[in-house]
Protein backbone atom coordinates (compact mmCIF):
# COMPACT_ATOMS: atom_id res chain seq x y z
CA UNK A 1 0.00 0.00 0.00
CA UNK A 2 1.00 3.67 -0.62
CA UNK A 3 2.35 5.61 2.31
CA UNK A 4 0.17 8.32 3.36
CA UNK A 5 0.92 11.58 2.29
CA UNK A 6 0.03 13.27 5.65
CA UNK A 7 -2.31 12.66 8.79
CA UNK A 8 -5.20 14.42 10.09
CA UNK A 9 -4.06 13.73 13.81
CA UNK A 10 -4.04 9.21 13.40
CA UNK A 11 -6.37 9.72 10.08
CA UNK A 12 -4.03 8.37 7.49
CA UNK A 13 -4.55 10.44 3.93
CA UNK A 14 -3.82 8.85 0.78
CA UNK A 15 -3.07 11.71 -1.43
CA UNK A 16 -2.71 15.39 -2.08
CA UNK A 17 -5.22 16.49 -4.39
CA UNK A 18 -8.18 17.40 -2.38
CA UNK A 19 -11.76 18.92 -3.85
CA UNK A 20 -12.53 22.27 -1.78
CA UNK A 21 -15.95 22.31 0.22
CA UNK A 22 -18.39 24.64 -2.02
CA UNK A 23 -22.00 25.42 -1.39
CA UNK A 24 -23.94 24.32 -4.20
CA UNK A 25 -21.44 22.76 -5.99
CA UNK A 26 -19.65 19.85 -3.13
CA UNK A 27 -22.91 17.41 -3.23
CA UNK A 28 -22.88 14.19 -2.88
CA UNK A 29 -22.67 13.42 -6.38
CA UNK A 30 -19.96 15.72 -7.41
CA UNK A 31 -17.79 14.76 -4.53
CA UNK A 32 -18.09 10.82 -5.48
CA UNK A 33 -17.53 11.36 -9.05
CA UNK A 34 -14.46 13.43 -7.76
CA UNK A 35 -13.11 10.89 -5.30
CA UNK A 36 -13.68 8.33 -8.28
CA UNK A 37 -10.62 10.11 -10.14
CA UNK A 38 -8.25 10.67 -7.28
CA UNK A 39 -9.63 13.43 -4.34
CA UNK A 40 -7.70 12.10 -1.31
CA UNK A 41 -10.67 13.55 0.91
CA UNK A 42 -13.99 14.30 0.97
CA UNK A 43 -15.56 17.43 2.77
CA UNK A 44 -19.53 18.45 2.39
CA UNK A 45 -20.50 22.15 1.45
CA UNK A 46 -20.47 24.40 4.55
CA UNK A 47 -23.71 23.29 6.88
CA UNK A 48 -24.88 26.26 9.58
CA UNK A 49 -24.84 25.43 12.39
CA UNK A 50 -28.40 27.05 13.25
CA UNK A 51 -30.35 25.37 10.79
CA UNK A 52 -29.07 21.93 12.45
CA UNK A 53 -30.14 22.69 15.74
CA UNK A 54 -33.70 23.71 14.69
CA UNK A 55 -34.07 21.21 12.09
CA UNK A 56 -34.69 17.58 13.07
CA UNK A 57 -35.93 16.20 10.23
CA UNK A 58 -33.01 14.01 8.49
CA UNK A 59 -34.71 15.31 5.05
CA UNK A 60 -34.44 18.74 5.59
CA UNK A 61 -31.45 20.59 2.94
CA UNK A 62 -29.37 20.83 5.74
CA UNK A 63 -29.41 17.58 6.62
CA UNK A 64 -29.06 16.01 3.40
CA UNK A 65 -25.73 18.09 2.93
CA UNK A 66 -24.35 15.65 5.72
CA UNK A 67 -25.48 12.60 3.79
CA UNK A 68 -22.14 10.42 1.99
CA UNK A 69 -20.96 7.38 0.80
CA UNK A 70 -19.01 6.07 3.72
CA UNK A 71 -17.86 3.32 1.35
CA UNK A 72 -16.68 5.51 -0.93
CA UNK A 73 -15.68 8.63 0.98
CA UNK A 74 -13.50 8.03 3.74
CA UNK A 75 -11.98 9.86 5.05
CA UNK A 76 -15.18 11.94 5.16
CA UNK A 77 -15.53 15.95 6.52
CA UNK A 78 -18.71 17.41 7.71
CA UNK A 79 -17.86 21.22 7.42
CA UNK A 80 -20.06 23.87 9.40
CA UNK A 81 -19.78 26.93 10.63
CA UNK A 82 -22.15 29.75 12.72
CA UNK A 83 -20.89 32.38 15.51
CA UNK A 84 -22.22 30.90 18.45
CA UNK A 85 -19.68 29.04 19.99
CA UNK A 86 -22.01 27.25 22.51
CA UNK A 87 -24.18 26.03 19.69
CA UNK A 88 -21.14 24.95 17.61
CA UNK A 89 -19.89 22.69 19.75
CA UNK A 90 -23.36 21.36 20.48
CA UNK A 91 -24.26 20.36 17.47
CA UNK A 92 -21.03 19.10 16.48
CA UNK A 93 -21.16 17.00 19.37
CA UNK A 94 -24.90 15.75 17.97
CA UNK A 95 -22.75 15.23 14.22
CA UNK A 96 -20.39 12.80 15.73
CA UNK A 97 -22.79 10.55 16.90
CA UNK A 98 -24.74 10.14 13.33
CA UNK A 99 -24.72 7.17 12.04
CA UNK A 100 -22.60 6.77 9.45
CA UNK A 101 -20.35 9.35 11.19
CA UNK A 102 -17.97 11.55 9.76
CA UNK A 103 -14.28 10.92 10.17
CA UNK A 104 -13.32 14.83 10.95
CA UNK A 105 -15.53 18.22 11.86
CA UNK A 106 -14.49 20.91 9.84
CA UNK A 107 -14.87 24.73 11.09
CA UNK A 108 -15.24 27.30 8.00
CA UNK A 109 -13.66 30.15 9.40
CA UNK A 110 -13.25 31.69 5.63
CA UNK A 111 -16.78 32.03 3.89
CA UNK A 112 -16.72 36.19 2.59
CA UNK A 113 -20.69 36.25 2.10
CA UNK A 114 -21.81 39.15 3.65
CA UNK A 115 -24.92 37.63 5.61
CA UNK A 116 -22.47 35.37 6.91
CA UNK A 117 -19.68 36.78 7.75
CA UNK A 118 -21.12 40.21 9.34
CA UNK A 119 -22.79 38.14 11.34
CA UNK A 120 -19.54 36.94 12.96
CA UNK A 121 -19.40 33.26 11.33
CA UNK A 122 -17.64 31.92 8.20
CA UNK A 123 -14.74 34.59 7.88
CA UNK A 124 -16.21 36.97 10.34
CA UNK A 125 -14.23 35.28 13.30
CA UNK A 126 -11.22 36.00 12.00
CA UNK A 127 -11.41 39.19 13.30
CA UNK A 128 -12.01 37.40 17.03
CA UNK A 129 -8.74 35.23 17.72
CA UNK A 130 -9.65 35.06 21.16
CA UNK A 131 -13.21 33.56 19.97
CA UNK A 132 -11.45 30.88 17.49
CA UNK A 133 -9.28 30.20 20.35
CA UNK A 134 -11.78 29.55 22.83
CA UNK A 135 -13.88 27.46 20.15
CA UNK A 136 -11.21 25.40 19.17
CA UNK A 137 -10.44 24.41 23.00
CA UNK A 138 -13.98 23.20 23.10
CA UNK A 139 -14.47 21.40 20.44
CA UNK A 140 -11.14 19.55 20.94
CA UNK A 141 -11.48 18.78 24.38
CA UNK A 142 -15.61 17.78 24.16
CA UNK A 143 -15.08 15.94 20.50
CA UNK A 144 -13.80 11.98 20.21
CA UNK A 145 -13.46 13.51 16.32
CA UNK A 146 -10.47 15.43 14.84
CA UNK A 147 -11.19 19.39 14.73
CA UNK A 148 -9.91 21.43 11.50
CA UNK A 149 -10.83 24.51 9.96
CA UNK A 150 -10.21 26.28 6.67
CA UNK A 151 -9.57 30.28 6.90
CA UNK A 152 -8.32 33.05 4.72
CA UNK A 153 -5.74 36.16 5.37
CA UNK A 154 -7.73 37.70 7.71
CA UNK A 155 -10.48 40.17 7.20
CA UNK A 156 -8.90 42.60 4.70
CA UNK A 157 -5.19 43.61 3.93
CA UNK A 158 -5.00 46.24 6.69
CA UNK A 159 -6.07 43.02 9.12
CA UNK A 160 -4.29 39.82 8.24
CA UNK A 161 -3.75 37.62 10.76
CA UNK A 162 -3.62 34.02 9.22
CA UNK A 163 -0.23 33.33 10.99
CA UNK A 164 -2.05 33.99 14.45
CA UNK A 165 -4.95 32.53 13.81
CA UNK A 166 -2.79 29.38 12.27
CA UNK A 167 -1.03 29.20 15.74
CA UNK A 168 -4.06 29.38 17.65
CA UNK A 169 -5.94 26.84 16.18
CA UNK A 170 -2.92 24.62 16.80
CA UNK A 171 -2.47 25.33 20.23
CA UNK A 172 -6.00 24.72 21.03
CA UNK A 173 -6.29 21.26 19.22
CA UNK A 174 -6.72 21.93 15.57
CA UNK A 175 -5.06 18.86 13.60
CA UNK A 176 -5.04 20.69 9.94
CA UNK A 177 -5.98 23.70 8.64
CA UNK A 178 -6.67 24.75 5.15
CA UNK A 179 -6.04 28.31 3.82
CA UNK A 180 -7.22 30.65 1.07
CA UNK A 181 -4.55 32.81 0.04
CA UNK A 182 -6.79 35.72 0.29
CA UNK A 183 -8.57 38.01 2.66
CA UNK A 184 -12.50 38.36 3.13
CA UNK A 185 -12.31 41.38 1.43
CA UNK A 186 -11.08 40.16 -1.65
CA UNK A 187 -13.74 37.34 -2.51
CA UNK A 188 -12.45 35.55 -4.93
CA UNK A 189 -10.88 38.88 -6.96
CA UNK A 190 -7.10 39.39 -7.06
CA UNK A 191 -4.39 36.69 -6.90
CA UNK A 192 -3.86 34.44 -3.92
CA UNK A 193 -1.50 34.82 -2.21
CA UNK A 194 0.86 31.80 -1.86
CA UNK A 195 3.25 33.11 -0.21
CA UNK A 196 1.16 33.68 2.86
CA UNK A 197 0.21 29.89 2.96
CA UNK A 198 4.10 29.26 3.04
CA UNK A 199 4.19 31.40 5.86
CA UNK A 200 1.30 29.61 7.90
CA UNK A 201 3.22 26.48 6.62
CA UNK A 202 6.37 27.25 7.91
CA UNK A 203 4.92 28.99 11.76
CA UNK A 204 2.61 25.67 12.84
CA UNK A 205 3.66 21.26 13.05
CA UNK A 206 0.12 20.19 11.92
CA UNK A 207 -0.60 19.80 8.17
CA UNK A 208 -1.26 22.57 5.99
CA UNK A 209 -3.60 22.44 3.09
CA UNK A 210 -3.04 25.23 0.38
CA UNK A 211 -5.97 26.48 -1.66
CA UNK A 212 -6.16 29.87 -4.28
CA UNK A 213 -5.56 29.90 -8.22
CA UNK A 214 -4.80 26.21 -8.46
CA UNK A 215 -6.27 25.81 -12.27
CA UNK A 216 -3.90 23.03 -14.18
CA UNK A 217 -2.15 20.18 -12.82
CA UNK A 218 0.89 22.28 -13.36
CA UNK A 219 -0.31 24.52 -10.57
CA UNK A 220 -0.65 22.04 -8.01
CA UNK A 221 2.91 21.03 -8.01
CA UNK A 222 3.79 24.80 -8.11
CA UNK A 223 2.07 25.70 -5.26
CA UNK A 224 2.99 22.44 -3.57
CA UNK A 225 6.42 23.52 -4.18
CA UNK A 226 6.03 27.24 -3.27
CA UNK A 227 4.43 26.80 -0.27
CA UNK A 228 5.87 23.24 1.13
CA UNK A 229 1.96 22.83 1.91
CA UNK A 230 1.27 19.00 3.13
CA UNK A 231 -2.05 18.84 0.17
CA UNK A 232 -3.57 20.98 -2.21
CA UNK A 233 -7.34 21.88 -2.44
CA UNK A 234 -8.87 22.92 -5.61
CA UNK A 235 -12.42 24.33 -5.58
CA UNK A 236 -13.95 26.59 -9.08
CA UNK A 237 -11.14 24.77 -11.40
CA UNK A 238 -12.65 21.38 -10.52
CA UNK A 239 -16.17 22.67 -11.79
CA UNK A 240 -16.32 21.04 -15.10
CA UNK A 241 -12.44 19.72 -14.98
CA UNK A 242 -13.22 16.72 -12.05
CA UNK A 243 -10.36 14.87 -14.26
CA UNK A 244 -7.87 17.77 -12.78
CA UNK A 245 -7.66 14.83 -9.93
CA UNK A 246 -6.49 12.09 -12.16
CA UNK A 247 -3.50 14.59 -13.54
CA UNK A 248 -5.24 15.57 -16.86
CA UNK A 249 -6.62 19.23 -17.40
CA UNK A 250 -9.40 19.56 -19.89
CA UNK A 251 -7.37 19.81 -23.13
CA UNK A 252 -6.40 16.05 -22.69
CA UNK A 253 -9.27 14.58 -22.06
CA UNK A 254 -11.89 13.31 -25.22
CA UNK A 255 -15.26 14.18 -26.08
CA UNK A 256 -15.80 11.16 -25.63
CA UNK A 257 -14.63 11.14 -21.89
CA UNK A 258 -16.47 13.96 -21.75
CA UNK A 259 -20.58 12.94 -22.64
CA UNK A 260 -19.74 9.86 -20.50
CA UNK A 261 -19.10 11.82 -17.38
CA UNK A 262 -21.33 14.33 -18.12
CA UNK A 263 -24.38 11.07 -18.39
CA UNK A 264 -22.41 10.30 -14.98
CA UNK A 265 -22.34 13.25 -13.33
CA UNK A 266 -26.60 13.53 -14.75
CA UNK A 267 -27.44 9.84 -12.99
CA UNK A 268 -25.80 10.73 -9.45
CA UNK A 269 -27.90 13.73 -9.31
CA UNK A 270 -30.90 12.06 -10.29
CA UNK A 271 -30.53 9.39 -8.02
CA UNK A 272 -29.80 11.51 -5.00
CA UNK A 273 -32.54 14.01 -5.95
CA UNK A 274 -34.99 12.34 -7.71
CA UNK A 275 -36.06 13.42 -11.56
CA UNK A 276 -36.97 17.07 -11.45
CA UNK A 277 -34.72 18.16 -9.16
CA UNK A 278 -31.61 16.22 -9.87
CA UNK A 279 -31.90 18.17 -13.51
CA UNK A 280 -32.18 21.50 -12.98
CA UNK A 281 -29.45 20.91 -10.36
CA UNK A 282 -27.35 19.52 -12.90
CA UNK A 283 -27.33 22.44 -15.50
CA UNK A 284 -24.92 24.65 -13.66
CA UNK A 285 -22.50 21.81 -14.05
CA UNK A 286 -23.54 20.94 -17.43
CA UNK A 287 -22.46 25.08 -18.32
CA UNK A 288 -18.96 23.92 -17.51
CA UNK A 289 -18.75 20.46 -18.85
CA UNK A 290 -19.32 21.93 -22.45
CA UNK A 291 -17.29 24.75 -22.10
CA UNK A 292 -14.86 25.07 -24.90
CA UNK A 293 -16.46 22.47 -26.52
CA UNK A 294 -17.59 21.89 -30.64
CA UNK A 295 -21.31 23.17 -30.44
CA UNK A 296 -20.92 25.00 -27.69
CA UNK A 297 -22.85 28.45 -28.75
CA UNK A 298 -25.79 26.12 -29.84
CA UNK A 299 -26.13 23.41 -27.26
CA UNK A 300 -25.97 25.57 -24.18
CA UNK A 301 -29.70 27.69 -23.71
CA UNK A 302 -31.16 24.17 -25.19
CA UNK A 303 -29.06 22.00 -23.03
CA UNK A 304 -29.66 24.44 -20.13
CA UNK A 305 -33.40 25.21 -20.20
CA UNK A 306 -33.80 20.99 -21.05
CA UNK A 307 -36.73 19.95 -18.92
CA UNK A 308 -36.40 16.23 -19.46
CA UNK A 309 -34.02 13.75 -19.38
CA UNK A 310 -34.93 12.58 -22.30
CA UNK A 311 -34.81 16.18 -23.76
CA UNK A 312 -31.12 16.32 -22.24
CA UNK A 313 -30.57 13.24 -23.75
CA UNK A 314 -31.75 13.96 -27.55
CA UNK A 315 -29.88 17.24 -27.56
CA UNK A 316 -26.12 15.30 -26.35
CA UNK A 317 -26.83 12.56 -29.20
CA UNK A 318 -28.15 15.24 -31.92
CA UNK A 319 -25.15 17.67 -31.22
CA UNK A 320 -22.38 15.77 -29.28
CA UNK A 321 -22.23 12.66 -30.15
CA UNK A 322 -21.78 12.96 -33.53
CA UNK A 323 -18.49 14.12 -33.30
CA UNK A 324 -16.85 11.89 -31.77
CA UNK A 325 -17.35 9.35 -34.56
Given at each position: ?294 NEAELRVPLLT ?20
Amino acid sequence: MTSPAFFVRDLPIYGTVILSPMDGFSDLPFRLICRELGSAMSYTEFVNVDELAVTKRRDAKCWRKLEFDPVVERPMTFQIYGHDVDRIVRVAQCLQDLQPAPDIIDINLGCYVKSISERGAGAGMLRCPDKIETLFARLSRELRLPVTGKIRLGWDEASRNHVENAKRLEDNGASLIAVHGRTRAQGYSGQADWDAIAEVKQAVRIPVIGNGDVKTVADIARMRAHTGCDGVMIGRAAIGNPWIFAGKDREQVTLDEKIALMRRHLALNLEFYGPERGLVLFRKHAARYIAGLPNEAELRVPLLTASTVAEFDRLIESTLAPLTA
